[in-house]
């Protein structure tokens, strides 16, 4: 492998999902085209976690947009931590606002954006949005392309 991932401890193995968030390892990996302002896309259609009070599952399709500065995250281990929130409870907000803070701490990207466009239970879809600030005047960022909630109708 190059030097690039060298460091790496997940990608080119089998590897087991962590039991929860915390115990997730995000990994990242120089950017080469550092100095150079883009947006990476991650989409993640079926992201799921617990209801943290009747533990029954919530679905969402989240949408995670950034401005790399030196460091980008290795996509298995993002897909692994997006993987250990199956099994915990947190509400809605709490997961959405928690993963983008996380990888804005762990990256510390240019901008970072997460769309969380939460399933309805109880009749009810939550759309939840963070942002680490301005996004640069200068890059392109799409529209996320997701469609708001409108029911069967």
């Known amino acids: 492998m190059s030097h ?14 962590p039991d929860s968030p915390d115990k997730a390892v995000l990994e990242r990996v120089p950017n080469p085209q550092s100095g150079t302002q883009y947006v990476a896309r991650f989409t ?17 399709h989240l949408v995670i947009d950034y401005v790399p500065g030196d460091f980008l995250v290795e996509s298995k281990s993002l897909k692994l931590y997006l993987q250990s929130f199956r099994n915990h409870g947190a509400f809605h907000e709490d997961c959405t ?10 990256l510390k990207p240019v901008w970072l954006r997460i769309g969380g466009y939460w399933f309805p239970r109880g009749g009810i879809p939550i759309d939840v949005f963070w942002q680490t600030g301005a996004a640069p005047a200068d890059v392109w960022i799409p529209d996320q392309g997701v469609a708001p909630y409108r029911g069967r109708g």
């Open 4 to 17: 690039y991932t060298d460091n790496l401890t997940q990608l080119g193995g089998a590897s087991n999902a």
């Open 44 to 60: 993640c259609p079926e992201f799921t976690s617990l209801c943290p009070v009747t533990g029954q599952p919530d679905f969402a």
């Open 97 to 106: 606002v928690g993963i983008g803070r996380r990888l804005a701490d762990e």
